[in-house]
Nanobody
Framework: QVQLVESGGGLVQAGGSLRLSCAASRSIAALNPMGWYRQAPGKQRELVATITTGTSTNYANSVKGRFTVSRDNAKNTVYLQMNGLKPEDTAVYYC?????????????????WGQGTQVTVSS
């Protein structure tokens, strides 16, 4: 089990920046991947960015070049630096962690989610 707690959301003007943090209740060294998703009103939850234990990253096309995901295993924390924010980035942002365990000759995955943090970008 792992609990995830997001922080850093808020209200910002278009063009501004925010840094989201996701603190885990235990070591994140083996959680692979970790990342961020978001859900706007009336829309499905969508991937924003992920980072593996090897620090490979993956971004949604809509945030490439503006957002940066990183992880600090020593602090059990994942970050999302968001620059050049646009009104369409407005959503609840959720932290995600995948825990994979090998047993009975197969990998078994469990996804964990935080409670979400609201990001609102005004035009």
């Amino acid at each position: 089990q792992v609990q995830l707690v997001e922080s850093g959301g808020g209200l910002v003007q278009a063009g501004g920046s925010l840094r989201l943090s996701c603190a885990a209740s235990r070591s994140i060294a083996a959680l692979n991947p970790m990342g961020w998703y978001r859900q706007a009103p009336g829309k499905q939850r969508e991937l924003v960015a992920t980072i593996t234990t090897g620090t490979s990253t993956n971004y949604a096309n809509s945030v490439k070049g503006r957002f940066t995901v990183s992880r600090d295993n020593a602090k059990n924390t994942v970050y999302l630096q968001m620059n050049g924010l646009k009104p369409e980035d407005t959503a609840v942002y959720y932290c995600n962690a995948r825990d994979q365990v090998w047993y009975q000759l197969a990998w078994h995955s469990t996804d964990y989610w935080g409670q979400g943090t609201q990001v609102t970008v005004s035009s």
